[in-house]
């Protein structure tokens, strides 16, 4: 009987426990923003997502809500969600930033890509895109005092382009496409770059065995060897159909 009762007093403190969080609501901004940034600390992010929705939704005019969006986009981004980082960056940017603050949230969007992108063989998609958006912020804020950072970031990001155009070529050579080939090492983004003087990154061991080296991997014994759907010695298919594909590349690429 003791531990019935002893039972059911647990359930209904843990019960009461739930119901007195699902129960909060109509509390000052400061409760919301102290909340927010406890959780941020406990690396809570999720909860405190839900804590910067009720700041808003109950004070939308709150001084508190501009630094509450910073403060969350940073938490996002050094917690590697780079999406939900750029989404409140993007909200701050539109909802708040004055000329000073738009600067400094436009670097972070930057900054953010980057992070992004700890081996840039997986996406050149988002590597062209941090380069565009960089080169809009250098050519927006040249006197920033975040010009040089960006800068630097842009120009590994055209190395890591480079690099990954030479993988791709490498690729096309093995399948017996040389026209690919020949079109992706052709390309050069900067010319003020000396390509010569460039190495190729090297991957840690650990990564190489599952990646490659961008020429060959451990488990390349495993894949037959197949003939090229359109290959080199195709006759009229290769020379019809590969120039209309590499034209359309350049047209994506805006390639010169």
């Given at each position: 009987?003791?531990?019935?009762?002893?039972?059911?007093?647990?359930?209904?403190f843990?019960v009461?426990?739930?119901?007195?969080?699902?129960?909060?609501?109509n509390?000052p901004?400061?409760?919301w923003?102290e909340s927010?940034l406890?959780?941020?600390?406990?690396?809570?992010?999720?909860?405190?997502?839900?804590?910067?929705?009720?700041?808003?939704?109950?004070?939308?005019?709150s001084?508190?809500l501009?630094?509450?969006?910073?403060?969350?986009?940073?938490?996002?981004?050094y917690?590697?969600?780079?999406i939900?980082?750029?989404y409140?960056?993007?909200?701050?940017?539109?909802?708040?930033a004055?000329e000073?603050?738009r600067?400094?949230?436009?670097?972070l969007?930057?900054?953010?890509?980057y992070?992004a992108?700890?081996n840039?063989?997986?996406?050149?998609?988002?590597?062209?895109e941090?380069?565009?958006d960089?080169?809009?912020?250098?050519?927006t804020?040249?006197?920033?005092?975040?010009?040089y950072?960006v800068?630097?970031?842009?120009?590994r990001?055209?190395?890591?382009?480079?690099?990954?155009?030479e993988s791709?070529?490498?690729?096309?050579?093995?399948?017996?496409?040389?026209?690919?080939?020949?079109?992706?090492?052709?390309?050069?983004?900067?010319?003020?770059i000396?390509?010569?003087?460039?190495e190729?990154?090297?991957?840690?061991w650990?990564?190489e065995?599952?990646?490659?080296?961008?020429k060959s991997?451990?488990?390349?014994?495993?894949?037959?060897d197949t003939?090229?759907v359109?290959?080199q010695?195709d006759?009229?298919?290769?020379?019809?159909?590969?120039?209309t594909?590499i034209?359309?590349?350049?047209?994506?690429?805006g390639v010169?």
């Amino acid at each position: 009987m003791f531990k019935k009762i002893l039972l059911a007093a647990v359930l209904l403190f843990f019960v009461g426990c739930s119901n007195k969080e699902l129960a909060i609501y109509n509390k000052p901004a400061i409760f919301w923003y102290e909340s927010m940034l406890k959780s941020i600390a406990k690396n809570d992010l999720e909860k405190a997502d839900g804590f910067y929705n009720s700041l808003q939704s109950e004070h939308i005019g709150s001084p508190l809500l501009p630094g509450a969006t910073l403060v969350l986009a940073q938490a996002h981004m050094y917690s590697e969600e780079y999406i939900l980082s750029e989404y409140f960056l993007d909200e701050y940017i539109k909802r708040f930033a004055d000329e000073t603050q738009r600067e400094y949230a436009e670097f972070l969007k930057i900054k953010s890509k980057y992070m992004a992108l700890p081996n840039p063989r997986r996406d050149q998609g988002l590597i062209n895109e941090a380069i565009k958006d960089g080169e809009v912020f250098k050519a927006t804020y040249p006197n920033s005092m975040f010009y040089y950072v960006v800068d630097t970031m842009v120009t590994r990001l055209y190395l890591a382009d480079a690099s990954l155009n030479e993988s791709i070529a490498d690729l096309y050579e093995r399948l017996d496409k040389p026209f690919a080939a020949q079109f992706y090492r052709g390309i050069e983004p900067q010319p003020w770059i000396e390509w010569s003087k460039v190495e190729k990154p090297d991957l840690p061991w650990y990564k190489e065995w599952f990646e490659g080296d961008g020429k060959s991997s451990w488990y390349g014994f495993l894949i037959p060897d197949t003939h090229s759907v359109i290959a080199q010695n195709d006759g009229n298919t290769s020379k019809n159909i590969l120039p209309t594909v590499i034209a359309e590349e350049i047209n994506r690429r805006g390639v010169n």
